[in-house]
C-alpha cells in the first residue's frame, strides 16, 4: 500500500516536472515566435517605406549597397536603362555605390553641363588620377594625359592632321583595302549566298587601315579570300584590353588592383595581351629608327607615308625616345580602329532598316558622284562634301549610336553646375553621350528616330549642331583631331558598299549595343549580300 501511494506521489511529481518544462519551452517559444513577428514587421516596414520613397525613381536606394543593385540588374541594358534614370531626374543625378567603396560619382545629360565641364570651366575638370589608372594600357598617350603632357601630344598630332599628304594617304588605304579585299569578299558573299558579319569585318578592314597609317604595316586582318580568315595576336590583345578598361570600371579599385599584383582573373589577361601590343610595337618602331637612320625621306612621299616616321620627322631624330611614340601609336590605333568601325555598324543596320534613307542616299550619290569602270566610287574630298544627306545619315547615327557611349572627367575644386548640382574636390564626373542624343529637350518628340533629314536646311546644306549637344566627337579643347579624317574614312566606305550592294539582316538575328567602353552590336551584323545593279 505504501509502495503504491510512494509511486503515485513520484508519478505525479514526474508529470509535474514535465508540464512545468513544457510550459518553459512554450514560452521560450512564444517569445521567441514574437520576436520573429516583431522582426519581420520591422522588416516589412522598412521595405514598405523604401518602397514608397523609391516607387517613381528608376534608382532604388538600399542601406549598405545603395544604388548597386540596380545597376547590376539593368547591366545588360545599361545605356537605356540610365538614359530613364537621367530623364527621370531631369539630366543629372548623384550615383551612390556601396559603403566604403568610394563608387560615387555624378552622372548627367545635360548639355549645358557638358559645356561647362568642356569647355567654360576647362581648367577645373581633367582626366584625374583614376582614370590614368583604368586606362593605363594607354600610356601617356593624347587620351589619357593632362595639363602640358595632353597640350604636347595635341599640338604635334594637328601638325600632322593638317598636312594634305595625310589625308591623301588616309583615302589611299581605305581605297585599296575596299578594292583588294572588302569588295572581293562580298562579291563572294553575294554569290555563294553566305551570311557575312559585317561588324568583324569592319573592325579588320579599320585595323588594317589605321595600323597602315600609323605603323606602316598591313596586318591582313581582313583577306580577299573567305577561306583564309584568321586571328591575329595583335589584333586579338587589342580586344582584351578594352575589355579589361571595361572591368575596371564596374569592379571596385582595390579589387582590380589586387587582382593585377596577384596576376589573376581578368587582369592577368591584360596584362598578357599589354605584353604582345607592347612587343609588336617595338618591333615596328625599332624597324622605322633603323630606316630613318639611313634615309630620309621627303615629307610629302604618300608611298612611303605613316604616321610615326612623321612624327620623328617632324621633331627630328633623336628628339622623341620611343615610349613617346609607343603610347602615341596605341592611342592612334585604339581610336582609328573602334569608333569608326562601330559606326559604320550602326550605320549600315539602321540604313538596312530605313529602305527610304537607303534610295535617298542612292539617289544623292547617282546625282553628285561619277562611278568608274569597276562601278565603286573613288571620290576627292571635294566630291564627298557634295553628299549632304549621305553626311546626315551618318551624323544621325553617331548621335543614336556614339562609338565611346560615356566619357568622364574629374573636378579639380569645388564647383556648382550650370544645373544647379554641387561639385567636391576628385569628385568624378560621367556625361553619357547615349543618353544626349535621346532627350526631347535638345532633339524633339522624334528623338528615337531614324531622321537623317534633321541634319539637312531647306537650302540644300548640312545644319551645324554644337559639339557640346551633338557630342560624339566630344566638345571644348579635347574635341576629336580627327573628325574630317573620320568622316571620309566612314564616306568613302559607305559609298562603295551601297553602291555595289544591298544589305539584309538575317531574319530572327538580334541586334543590341554590347556592354563595353566602345559601343560595338553585342551579336555582330549577320546580313546576307545582294550584288546591287544601278
Known amino acids: 500500500m505504501y509502495l503504491y501511494i510512494f509511486i503515485r506521489k513520484s508519478t505525479i511529481h514526474v508529470s509535474q516536472t514535465q508540464l512545468e518544462t513544457q510550459a518553459l519551452k512554450a514560452t521560450k517559444m512564444m517569445s521567441l515566435l514574437e520576436f520573429v513577428i516583431v522582426f519581420v514587421a520591422i522588416l516589412l516596414f522598412f521595405f514598405i517605406h523604401l518602397w514608397r520613397c523609391n516607387r517613381n525613381t528608376p534608382l532604388t536606394y538600399w542601406p549598405l549597397i545603395c544604388m548597386l543593385p540596380g545597376i547590376l540588374c539593368n547591366l545588360p541594358n545599361i545605356h537605356d536603362h540610365l538614359t530613364s534614370v537621367l530623364k527621370h531626374h531631369g539630366g543629372t543625378f548623384k550615383f551612390r555605390g556601396p559603403w566604403l567603396t568610394n563608387i560615387n560619382f555624378v552622372l548627367t545629360s545635360d548639355p549645358m553641363n557638358v559645356h561647362h565641364i568642356t569647355s567654360k570651366n576647362f581648367g577645373n575638370y581633367g582626366k584625374g588620377s583614376e582614370f590614368h589608372e583604368i586606362f593605363e594600357i594607354l600610356g601617356d598617350g593624347i587620351f589619357n594625359s593632362d595639363s602640358h603632357k595632353w597640350k604636347y601630344n595635341r599640338d604635334i598630332l594637328q601638325l600632322l592632321f593638317r598636312q594634305n599628304v595625310f589625308k591623301n594617304v588616309v583615302q589611299k588605304v581605305s581605297h585599296k583595302k575596299l578594292e583588294s579585299c572588302l569588295i572581293p569578299l562580298l562579291?563572294?558573299?553575294?554569290e555563294s549566298g553566305t551570311v557575312v558579319d559585317l561588324q568583324d569585318m569592319f573592325q579588320r578592314l579599320t585595323f588594317d587601315s589605321i595600323c597602315s597609317i600609323?605603323?606602316?604595316?598591313?596586318?591582313?586582318?581582313?583577306?580577299?579570300?573567305?577561306?583564309?580568315?584568321?586571328?591575329?595576336?595583335?589584333?586579338?590583345?587589342?580586344?582584351?584590353?578594352?575589355?579589361?578598361?571595361?572591368?575596371?570600371h564596374i569592379v571596385p579599385r582595390c579589387l582590380w588592383k589586387l587582382q593585377k599584383r596577384l596576376r589573376i582573373g581578368q587582369e592577368k589577361n591584360s596584362n598578357e595581351s599589354q605584353q604582345i601590343v607592347d612587343q609588336f610595337l617595338h618591333q615596328c618602331i625599332s624597324s622605322r629608327n633603323e630606316e630613318q637612320s639611313g634615309i630620309n625621306c621627303a615629307k610629302d612621299d604618300e608611298s612611303n607615308f605613316d604616321m610615326l616616321k612623321a612624327l620623328v620627322e617632324e621633331r627630328g631624330i633623336g628628339q622623341i625616345n620611343d615610349k613617346f611614340l609607343k603610347d602615341m601609336a596605341i592611342n592612334l590605333l585604339a581610336a582609328g580602329r573602334d569608333t569608326i568601325s562601330a559606326c559604320l555598324s550602326w550605320f549600315f543596320w539602321l540604313v538596312s532598316t530605313h529602305p527610304l534613307v537607303e534610295a535617298k542616299i542612292l539617289e544623292e550619290i547617282k546625282e553628285k558622284l561619277r562611278t568608274n569602270d569597276e562601278n565603286w566610287l573613288a571620290s576627292g574630298v571635294e566630291d564627298l562634301n557634295?553628299?549632304?544627306?549621305?553626311?546626315?545619315?551618318?551624323?544621325?547615327?553617331?548621335?543614336?549610336?556614339?562609338?565611346?557611349?560615356?566619357?568622364?572627367?574629374?573636378?579639380?575644386?569645388?564647383?556648382?553646375?550650370?544645373?544647379?548640382?554641387?561639385?567636391?574636390?576628385?569628385?568624378?564626373?560621367?556625361?553619357?553621350?547615349?543618353?544626349?542624343?535621346?532627350?526631347?529637350?535638345?532633339?524633339?518628340k522624334d528623338c528615337l528616330e531614324f531622321k537623317p533629314e534633321r541634319w539637312v536646311s531647306e537650302k540644300g546644306i548640312n545644319i551645324h549642331i554644337p559639339s557640346y549637344k551633338f557630342i560624339a566627337f566630344n566638345a571644348g579643347p579635347r574635341s576629336c583631331l580627327g573628325k574630317s579624317i573620320s568622316f571620309i574614312q566612314m564616306k568613302i566606305i559607305a559609298i562603295a558598299l551601297l553602291w555595289n550592294f544591298q544589305f539584309q539582316v538575317v531574319e530572327g538575328h538580334d541586334v543590341c549595343p554590347s556592354v563595353s567602353v566602345v559601343l560595338h552590336m553585342k551579336h555582330g551584323l549577320k546580313v546576307n549580300v545582294t550584288k546591287r545593279s544601278i
Open 187 to 190: 562579291n563572294h558573299a553575294s
Open 214 to 248: 600609323v605603323l606602316g604595316f598591313d596586318p591582313k586582318c581582313l583577306p580577299n579570300n573567305p577561306t583564309e580568315f584568321q586571328e591575329v595576336a595583335f589584333e586579338k590583345a587589342f580586344n582584351k584590353m578594352e575589355d579589361t578598361i571595361f572591368y575596371r
Open 386 to 444: 557634295k553628299l549632304v544627306y549621305l553626311h546626315g545619315a551618318l551624323c544621325e547615327t553617331l548621335r543614336l549610336f556614339p562609338p565611346v557611349p560615356f566619357e568622364h572627367k574629374c573636378a579639380i575644386k569645388s564647383d556648382i553646375l550650370p544645373s544647379g548640382d554641387c561639385v567636391s574636390p576628385n569628385t568624378m564626373i560621367y556625361y553619357s553621350l547615349y543618353s544626349m542624343g535621346r532627350m526631347e529637350q535638345t532633339w524633339g
